[in-house]
């Protein structure tokens, strides 16, 4: 890929990329809402209630699950993607949105279905994370000490463009 290419992608108008997996996100929780809704009608589980039919239950229980890990997929997703890399950090974002689909779905259908896509989800946590750490560590010694590691081994057109 060319230095031009590269420099396009890390643009600040490659932060649309981001912006739009956030949304996707965003979609994604309102469907989980509206599906674990759609079982409180299937089993009869009126709010404020959470018990009911292991049905409803394992569908509230992703649901849930889904929204405590927003907040920390979100941090890393902006974090990474400012960083970083945002096109690197949407693609690995989808890849995150895939596996809570996927955990959803399998949790839904059976609690033994949940393990691989949770899995799954949890890897691309610890890789946004890495991600936002390698970001946050290159901007803080380029800016603070004038060291850029990527230049000093040969890589400064391809990784981390200032």
Not at 83 to 110: M, Q
């Amino acid at each position: 890929m060319s230095a031009s290419i590269l420099s396009l992608l890390l643009r600040d108008e490659a932060m649309i990329f981001p912006a739009v997996v956030s949304l996707l996100h965003a979609y994604q929780l309102a469907n989980m809402a509206k599906a674990v809704g759609s079982l409180r009608r299937k089993f009869k589980v009126s709010p404020p209630a959470i018990n009911g039919d292991p049905g409803f239950e394992r569908g509230f229980r992703a649901q849930q699950n889904t929204l405590e890990f927003t907040p920390m997929f979100m941090i890393l997703l902006w974090i990474a993607a400012k960083f970083l890399n945002p096109v690197l950090a949407s693609v690995t974002a989808l890849l995150y949105i895939k596996a809570r689909s996927d955990y959803f779905t399998g949790y839904c259908a059976r609690a033994e279905e949940r393990r691989g896509p949770f899995g799954r989800s949890v890897n691309i946590i610890m890789l946004l994370f890495a991600y936002s750490a390698i970001g946050l560590t290159h901007t803080i010694l380029a800016t603070y000490f004038n060291v850029n590691i990527p230049k000093l081994v040969g890589l400064g057109d391809y990784i981390l463009l200032d």
